[in-house]
């Protein structure tokens, strides 16, 4: 059920602390530059072009967080937006955290993004936030896989893997993110699960872990990670076709 009576003020936090070694060395991944300007300020944008969004957090590398507030100041964002910049954890996982730590009293419902997916639409960004809004305590933008997957024993790379299993492709969704969270819910999973390793990376399978059901709303092909360097050449040819097209 939703409660209309509620008021639901909704944030946006970007965990951008990592380094991005898939995609070389040189600045972290967030901090590279697409069609002239850093992938993180695209991330910011995507969120802040959100009406329902009024506050973006971006939680950057622990000792980069001057650096990240001066490359938020130097790129223009909406005015009707709040940002804060905090520093971050050696995983995921910690960094969210440490975004979900500074929200307002008065934020009912949160967004996690990956920096790194700096061109999804506003339009996949706002089925997240109304889903949440409409009482979905978790929710998850996704795409049906185009590829048959299969299930492998791991081996040593570049070695042949033998296949265990082929799961039904019509049952399997490749998951996006902005992800929605009812807030409540999503600091419960960050405090009741344990880091572990690297941590979680979605965020989704946190709250997964309580037990709370997830729901998925349809993605968006441009929401796609840039996490090697063929996808840095994808992403600019998207931007470059929306310039194009309507002078974004």
């Known amino acids: ?14 965990p951008a602390a990592g380094r991005g070694v898939r995609l070389g060395p040189g600045a972290p991944k967030a901090l590279r530059a697409l069609g002239g300007t850093p992938m993180l300020v695209h991330a910011v944008r995507a969120m802040a072009a959100s009406r329902q969004v009024s506050l973006v957090v971006v939680v950057a590398p622990p000792d980069g967080a001057p650096e990240v507030r001066n490359l938020l100041d130097e790129h223009a964002l909406p005015e009707r ?19 979900l730590d500074v929200l307002p009293a008065d934020v009912t419902a ?20 109304e889903a949440v809004r409409d009482g979905a305590p978790a929710v998850v933008p996704a795409l049906p896989l185009a590829d048959t ?3 492998v024993e791991p081996g040593a790379p570049g070695e042949p893997e033998p296949v265990l299993s082929t799961p039904a492709r019509s049952r399997l969704r490749a998951v996006q993110t902005p992800q929605g969270f009812d807030r409540d819910t999503l600091v419960r999973a960050h405090e009741r699960v344990a880091v572990s390793g690297e941590g979680a990376t979605d965020d989704a399978g946190l709250v997964e872990q309580l037990g709370v059901p997830v729901v ?3 993605g968006h092909e441009e929401a796609f990670k840039v996490t090697r360097p063929l996808d840095l050449v994808l992403a600019e040819a998207v931007l470059a076709r929306r310039r194009a097209n309507d002078g974004f």
Request: aromatic letters at 2%; glycine letters at 6%; charged letters at 25%.
């Open 1 to 14: 059920m939703s409660d209309q009576s509620r008021p639901c003020r909704t944030a946006a936090v970007i």
């Open 81 to 99: 937006t709040e940002f804060l910049v905090v520093p971050g954890g050696d995983t995921r996982q910690e960094s969210v955290k440490l975004g």
């Open 110 to 129: 949160v967004l996690v993004h990956d920096a790194a997916r700096p061109l999804v639409p506003v339009d996949t960004v706002d089925a997240v936030v």
């Open 149 to 151: 997957v299969k299930e």
């Open 216 to 218: 998925v709303v349809p």
